[in-house]
């Protein structure tokens, strides 16, 4: 997952591309980086790490212009390295560019190994890089069309910005995967992967990109264009589940709003009578925990405290690590939960490491009685269009029910949302205009279901050739009956 800002006709370009990123850090956090152009020239600084600590002052003031655009990067494809931070930029025939790319191509190996056989040089990992070598190589006239002729080869998830010395260009894949929002600052325009950047810099939310829509801004304005046309809409509604910020509006409706919505359906769906308090896991389950309280009528409380000096669990790459984070991140207030039946709400389960944690950290500081409830369904399928998943092998709910994954993470009771009220909680219920793969195993339609489709096989093949684990598990955890076993 990614977070990409841009923004045309302002003076201040860098700076509030800065901020910009700032609002969007929640969305990676292994590197960030800002190209900017000051009509003439392309300057771009990327780093690993935080956007605070990346930028300041004097890394700004090498990036004068009045266009930039940025990125924050968690890696989906590609290693976490700097050669893989974006934007990436390169001067080739047709002058300079740079590009910012939220998604993940699912057809970038094949066009890579082809522009390769034909003498292609990369020189990082990233799918993004395949685009650049598609535009460098067309040979229509203008830098849009040659956008255009590119992004018809390739198949996948793009939220993408472009920026040469003279144009800002963006452009939303035609299933509309992950978000783009145009805005407005007196009388630059700024695009950004969420609402949240533009109003950090204040900037007036014009509307979202549709899908398959390219928006070109340079000298002569803004104009728009539908090169790609949608067949149907797969909007990520995971974005809405966990990944974006609650103050963003997100392919229409409040993130918010959104998630308070899933918490009351889960309360009607997946009660607790008798609990005593709800509580969340924060930040991302406080929305849903609090509209669960709202439905159930059982008091919402404070149980777990946020620290707010480190990132997010799962953001981290590293398993160990992973672990490890958990403790550091959250801790639990005695005072509120010793001798309570506790009601606790998180948004999602994916290995189940967390959630293991978090119970037994309720247990130990004196909850009486843990009952889970997860706002959205059991995460059982991979995403291959931009959001970090593991492999089936490793998401607990492809491999195990209900009843095994409640003994694993020791909660006496555990309830998910069902996929009919999540669509319904998004104003969706027909579910034909959000993709829910993670959730349903359906990926959308024609080449990008194949190359999911192949993708999930080569994994089986590779986990079947994986030696049995089943030593490795936890000696105070249940044994897991069918699949692969788990480690604590
Ligand atoms: P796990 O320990 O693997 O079950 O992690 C589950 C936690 O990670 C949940 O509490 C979510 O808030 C969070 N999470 C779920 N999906 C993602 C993701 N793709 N990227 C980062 N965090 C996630």
Redesign the pocket.
Known sequence: ?CGIFGIIGHPEASNLTYLGLHALQHRGQESAGIVASDGRQLRSHRQMGLVADIFGAPTLEKLPGNASIGHVRYSTAGVSQLKNAQPLSVEYAGGQMAVAHNGNLVNAKELRTSLEADGAIFQSDSDTEVVIHLIARSRQPTFEKKVIEALSKVKGAYSLLFLTQGQLVAVRDPYGFRPLVLGRLRNSYVLASETTALDLIEAEYIRELEAGEMVVIDAQGMRTSQPFVPTRLGRCIFEHV??AKPDSVLFGTSVYETRKELGRQLAREQPAPGADLVIA?PD?GVPAAIGFSQVSGIPYDVGLIRSHYVG????EPQQSI?HFGVKLKLSAVRQVLKGKRVVVV??????????RKIVKMLKAAGAVEVHLRISSPPTSWPCYYG???PSRQEL?ASNHSTEEIARYVTADTLGYLSLEGLGAAVGDKERNTFCTACFSGKYLAGELSEAAAAANAKAATAASAEPNNAEAAVATGPTMPAGKQLTA
């Open positions: 997952m966990y990944f896991v991302s997010r669990t799962f953001i992973r998180d948004d999602s389960i994916v290995r189940g490491t967390t959630s959001i970090d998943t607990i």
